[in-house]
């Protein structure tokens, strides 16, 4: 599968962005997708994950009831809401797929398909 994420751009704090990952080459509802991010001169973090068939869902405590992720199954898309944005959460966002059913499927380590990053900067 391929992957394709968009929607990165400049927003002041407390503003929102709506991240894409368009695939192609395989169904999105077959894997497990999520976002991470890496901020400069930090490590790649999970932001936030679906697992294969949708029953599970996961989002960092950092982001927690400000982030929402979901997937159009029609468009083969998954989307990234961020509202309330911070400056904490300017990052380069990548979108990644699992094609296998896991417990973690939250941990970085377990995806093996990555799309390029799209770059978030949110001003204070």
């Known amino acids: 599968v391929q992957l394709q994420a968009s929607g990165g751009g400049l927003v002041q704090a407390g503003g929102s962005l709506r991240l894409s990952c368009a695939a192609s080459g395989g169904t999105l509802s077959r894997y497990s997708t999520g976002w991470f991010r890496q901020a400069p001169g930090k490590e790649r973090e999970v932001v936030a994950a679906?697992?294969?068939?949708?029953?599970?869902?996961y989002y960092a405590d950092s982001v927690k009831g400000r982030f929402t992720i979901s997937r159009d199954n029609a468009e083969n898309t998954v989307y990234l809401q961020m509202n309330s944005l911070k400056p904490g959460d300017t990052a380069v966002y990548y979108c990644a797929a699992d094609a296998y059913y896991r417990d973690n499927y939250y941990s970085e380590k377990m995806y093996n398909y990555w799309g390029q990053g799209t770059e978030v900067t949110v001003s204070s």
């Open positions: 679906i697992r294969r068939g949708g029953s599970n869902i």
